[in-house]
Nanobody
Framework: VQLQASGGGLVQSGGSLRLSCAAS????????TGWFRQVAGKEREFVAA????????YYADSVKGRFGISIDITRRTLYLQMDALRPEDTAVYYC??????????????????WGQGTQVTVSS
C-alpha cells in the first residue's frame, strides 16, 4: 500500500491550494482517510478526515470553514481543498488511511498507511 501526496507549495496569505493523495495497489473503499500536518519540533496534528463510508467529514476547529476534504474512489485519490490560508497553516501535510472506528479518526493511531508528506508554506 502506497500513498503519494502532492500539491503543496508556497502561497500568500488568503490564497488557496489543493492537495492530492493518490493510492496505489488498493482503493480507499472501507478505509477512513485523513490529513494531518506537522511543524518541525511539534507533534503531528489532525486536520481533516473522512469516515470509512467516505461520506462524513471531520475537521479540526482551526480549519473548519476553510478546508474541505473529499475523495474520488474511482481515481483512488483523496483531496484537501485549502482556502483562506493563513501563515499558521504552514506545515508538512500528510495523507493517511486506516480501518479504525470513529473515535480514532482524529488520532494518528487511527491510521496505518501514510503518504510521504508535502510542504505547504503560507507567507504573510
Amino acid at each position: 500500500v502506497q500513498l503519494q501526496a502532492s500539491g503543496g507549495g508556497l502561497v500568500q496569505s488568503g490564497g488557496s491550494l489543493r492537495l492530492s493523495c493518490a493510492a496505489s495497489e488498493f482503493t480507499f473503499r472501507n478505509y477512513n482517510t485523513g490529513w494531518f500536518r506537522q511543524v518541525a519540533g511539534k507533534e503531528r496534528e489532525f486536520v481533516a478526515a473522512l469516515s470509512r463510508t467516505g461520506t462524513v467529514p471531520y475537521y479540526a476547529d482551526s480549519v473548519k470553514g476553510r478546508f474541505g476534504i473529499s475523495i474520488d474512489i474511482t481515481r483512488r485519490t483523496l483531496y484537501l481543498q485549502m482556502d483562506a490560508l493563513r501563515p499558521e497553516d504552514t506545515a508538512v501535510y500528510y495523507c493517511a488511511a486506516g480501518q479504525a472506528i470513529q473515535s480514532y479518526y482524529r488520532s494518528t493511531a487511527g491510521y496505518k498507511h501514510w503518504g510521504q508528506g508535502t510542504q505547504v508554506t503560507v507567507s504573510s
